[in-house]
């Protein structure tokens, strides 16, 4: 018991080099987490800045920024019209994934026999989630700008975004049914229900908060996306669209419209509509946290 | 259902169980044009790329030259895949997509020396060091970083990373006047929205290596640096690569961070404070011309397009093998 | 019984039906044995040598966060013998094994009281290294988990982190292991391929192997056979025999007759953590001081 005994004991065990090691090992790996976190912290910080300087020295006013239309001239330029057509492209966006990756999603967890056709359309699902977002643009431009001829309009970029979170959608809401235990499925055959009555009654129902959340969060996503909506032409367009067969421009685009202008207005400008963009995500990430908590403890 | 006056009934299908078996073939055959939908769409990227590539390299579109019109040559493909001048809507235009591959690649390279490192090092600080108090408010934090718009990461780029910290270093360290945009702050941009996929989808496989194994090894005296190293990171390679397939094949496809960070500059070099062009740059730069049908620069888009689905599908299918063989390997 | 588990159709878990039915058919057919014949404990010679403690606790306790496993052991382990650790399960006999060689430390929450000594040093002190510890208290875990990795380097791994690769010839090393664990035979022409190609008996004699190769003092086995097919099983038990003369072997076992025929010592831990009996096996086995002992031997409870 005495400490010379145990010198004895583990004399032969040099362990002073493995603790450095450690030591230095746990401090590495820990700076690089750190170095995400201070990352995003960073990027936060410059547009907060910029927002303040925009508001502050070039007396950017935050209402007229959002009740303007985007001009060629900087103190003119405004908000709104961005705004209306990021609005208008996430509806449409909504409508034209949401029952198409819904049902797609059903049919493939509830229907789908183990074949050849359902591997090759779940392998084409996931292929489809890494297809860069500008394919999709450059599909609706050919497809629907030039080849149904629609040209640069809003239901373009709709078409293009709607594809795009499709596979997000899918794979979400396939999460969301797989998370109903089978016991509730066999409840209601037993009661002589069908298939779709099953689900429609049943599956669906305690499927449904989860499937909210994926949605609201690929629409999140679509909300955010630039190049698609490039691709369609959605620049150099200030006015607020009147509706789906109008040009537009979304707050991505007009984001990028003046973050590439040399002036420092500008450049002004694109933080204060990136302060708005994010608020707008912000806003739907809780919306998404609150469903997913609210609902959590009933499944 | 009137099972009580004529049992039969229901059981042999006829009447109502009749009408709800009929339903229930309307509803699935619905449901599976829903998912016949995602195979469609790949097959109209691919057509629609396929088609209007053509037009660049022949003059007209795969389905006019089926329809009967005659060919003429316009871009060789030895010119394209070999050139070095990327100028399509040049007065004297050069066709050689190189410079803006390069583009491309050095970007994706420069990320990947960020994404992975860092990436790969958070994933085993989060999966075997950090208590559940600091994993469970550390990994959303990193995962906020995926979620924000690549536009606002370009944004970053051209107002902070290269103005703010690049440019001094440039300037004072090498004596080189940097300019709006440069390479190497589209790598660091692209290197930092990539650090979350890789961290992530690293972290998931690392945590599902059963405890068993880190036991074993710890009953044989090793240290946690030990079984991070040699046993977690080496047992869940697989899908600590695929991780890292994803981070590149994202890093490739990016659009608006590189554009806003790395510029319209299609050149080959090696000096990363200056100017490049990658393919999707190069595809911002003509949608803002709102290029017209038919002009050499609406195709070249589709050309470039092509190259760039290909590469990136290469990837996914890559991806994809190494993600199954990591789900074989622990079920 | 069976039907609680339809989907297991592997043989080689077969032994590891509920601890209940085991138990009780294990001690209905000792109990015929202790009527017509002497049971047979581990060998005789061994057992005359005199005991020398090279593991001994005092007042051990752990809890678990609120629950306590393990009330106030005193037990002392006797070098190059094998002692084996019974009792129904949740006793506490897993958690006593852990606490040997404070793989316990691993556990959130876990905490540990009394003391342990190792050689007369209490293993709890703050001076004492867990990792240096391991490295002379190897352990053997219930379910085979050889590294995702080939045989060679399954065995050579603790050589490896112990940093003694470069001190011996590795691959005499690697074969001397492996002969220790009465695997080289077998392995020989594929030392290349993956340790999870072997068979269960085999993986966790690859995880003898893999521990004794660092040559440590004490062996400490977690249930080594129970998910071990009746072959296989009996295969280890020979090898515990010729292990013990080169280590002390500490094993935890739910199979009574295991115990009985290849231990020298038997503790008996019940009632939720407690060690009521220590002694000789032939002593527990045929005339246990505690009632509860005996109504457990015989098969009255548990």
């Known amino acids: ?299 | 259902m009137s099972t009580e006056t004529n049992p039969t009934r229901g059981i042999t299908g006829d009447g109502a169980a009749q009408a709800d078996r009929v339903a229930n073939r309307r509803v699935r055959r619905i449901l599976f044009g829903c998912a016949a939908i995602t195979v469609l769409t790949t097959l109209a990227i691919f057509f629609v790329l396929i088609d209007n590539a053509v037009s660049y390299f022949y003059g007209l579109r795969f389905t006019e030259a089926l329809l009967g019109a005659s060919l003429e040559k316009s871009v060789t493909l030895t010119e394209f895949f070999t050139g070095t001048r990327w100028a399509p809507d040049h007065a004297t235009p050069g066709h050689g997509i190189l410079p803006i591959v390069f583009g491309t690649l050095s970007i994706t390279v420069g990320a990947a020396f960020v994404s992975i490192p860092i990436g790969t090092a958070t994933a085993i600080y989060l999966s075997e060091y950090a208590s559940e108090g600091v994993r469970s408010k550390l990994k959303p934090t990193l995962e906020i970083l995926a979620g924000i718009p690549t536009i606002v990461y370009g944004y970053f780029a051209i107002a902070f990373i290269n103005p703010v910290v690049l440019s001094p270093i440039a300037e004072t360290l090498f004596g080189i006047h940097l300019g709006r945009y440069s390479m190497l702050s589209g790598m660091l941009v692209v290197g930092i929205m990539t650090i979350p996929m890789v961290s992530s989808i690293s972290e998931d496989a690392m945590s599902s290596v059963p405890d068993e194994l880190r036991n074993g090894a710890y009953a044989l005296g090793a240290t946690k640096y030990d079984v991070s190293t040699r046993i977690v990171l080496p047992a869940s390679i697989s899908g600590v690569l695929a991780s890292y397939i994803l981070a590149v094949s994202r890093a490739l496809g990016e659009t608006m961070a590189v554009t806003l960070a790395a510029g319209f500059n299609a050149q080959i070099t090696a000096n990363p404070f200056d100017e490049i062009m990658t393919m999707t740059a190069y595809m911002v730069s003509m949608a803002r011309g709102t290029s017209a049908v038919g002009t050499i620069e609406y195709q070249s888009l589709f050309a470039v397009g092509l190259v760039l689905f290909v590469m990136t599908l290469v990837m996914n299918l890559l991806n994809d093998r190494l993600k199954r063989r990591f789900q074989e390997e622990y079920r | 019984m069976m039907a609680r588990d339809p989907d297991d159709r592997n043989p080689a878990s077969k032994p590891r039906e509920t601890e209940e039915t085991d138990t009780t058919m294990a001690t209905a057919q000792l109990e015929d044995e202790l009527i017509t014949t002497e049971v047979e404990t581990g060998s005789t010679e061994r057992a005359g040598r005199p005991d020398e403690t090279v593991v001994a606790t005092t007042g051990l306790t752990v809890h678990y966060g609120d629950d306590q496993a393990l009330w106030d052991v005193d037990i002392e382990i006797p070098v190059h013998k094998v002692t084996a650790i019974i009792g129904p399960s949740g006793c506490g006999k897993s958690t006593f094994l852990r606490s040997i060689n404070r793989m316990n430390d691993q556990i959130d929450g876990c905490r540990i009281g009394g003391e342990l000594h190792f050689h007369g040093k209490n293993v709890y002190d703050e001076d004492v290294d867990p990792v240096a510890l391991r490295r002379k208290i190897g352990m053997v875990f219930q379910k085979p988990n050889p590294f995702p990795k080939s045989i060679y380097d399954n065995v050579a791994y603790g050589l490896r982190v112990q940093g003694k690769d470069d001190e011996v010839d590795l691959d005499a090393a690697v074969e001397d292991a492996l002969r220790g664990a009465a695997l080289w035979d077998e392995v020989k022409d594929k030392l290349d391929e993956s340790g999870l190609e072997l068979s269960g008996g085999q993986q966790q004699r690859l995880c003898i192997a893999r521990t004794i190769a660092t040559d440590p003092e004490v062996l400490l086995m977690d249930e080594p056979t129970s998910a071990l097919d009746p072959v296989a099983a009996s295969k280890i038990e020979d090898l515990i025999d010729e292990l013990v003369e080169e280590y002390t072997v500490v094993i935890v076992t739910h199979n009574m007759q295991q115990a009985a025929r290849i231990s020298d010592k038997t503790a008996v831990f019940l009632n939720g953590g407690e060690l009521v009996e220590f002694d000789r096996t032939a002593t527990i086995f045929e005339n246990p001081a505690d009632d509860r002992v005996e109504d457990y031997i015989t098969g009255k409870f548990g």
């Open chain 1, 1 to 299: 018991m005495s400490t010379e005994t145990e010198h004895d004991l583990f004399g032969d065990v040099d362990l002073k080099w493995e603790h450095a090691k450690n030591r230095l090992f746990l401090w590495v790996i820990f700076a690089a987490s750190m170095f995400g976190v201070a990352m995003l912290a960073l990027l936060l910080l410059d547009i907060g800045t910029d927002f303040y300087v925009g508001l502050t020295e070039f007396n950017i006013s935050l209402t007229d920024f959002l009740t303007r239309d985007g001009s060629r001239r900087e103190e003119l330029s405004g908000f709104r019209g961005a705004i209306v057509a990021s609005i208008m492209l996430m509806i449409l966006t909504a409508v034209l994934a949401f029952f198409v990756g819904v049902g797609s999603a059903i049919y493939l967890e509830e229907y789908a026999p183990d074949n050849r056709v359902t591997r090759l359309i779940e392998a084409n699902l996931a292929n489809l989630a890494g297809v860069p977002s500008i394919v999709y643009g450059l599909l609706a431009l050919a497809a629907v700008v030039n080849g149904i001829g629609t040209g640069p309009v809003l239901m373009a970029g709709a078409i293009a975004l709607g594809l795009l979170v499709m596979s997000i959608i899918i794979v979400s809401s396939q999460e969301a049914l797989r998370a109903v235990p089978d016991s509730v499925r066999n409840g209601s055959y037993a009661t002589g229900a069908t298939k779709w009555q099953t689900i429609r009654g049943v599956v669906l129902p305690a499927a449904i908060p989860g499937i909210m959340t994926g949605t609201i969060l690929a629409l999140a996503r679509a909300i955010g996306e630039t190049a698609p909506l490039l691709m369609v032409g959605a620049i150099f367009v200030n006015r607020m669209p009147s509706g789906p067969f109008d040009r537009f421009s979304g707050m991505p685009t007009q984001i990028y419209a003046w973050a590439a202008e040399p002036s420092p207005h500008f450049i002004h400008l694109a933080a204060i509509g990136i302060v708005v963009l994010l608020t707008f995500l912000f806003v739907m990430n809780g919306l998404a946290m609150y469903i997913r908590h609210r609902y959590e403890t009933e499944i």
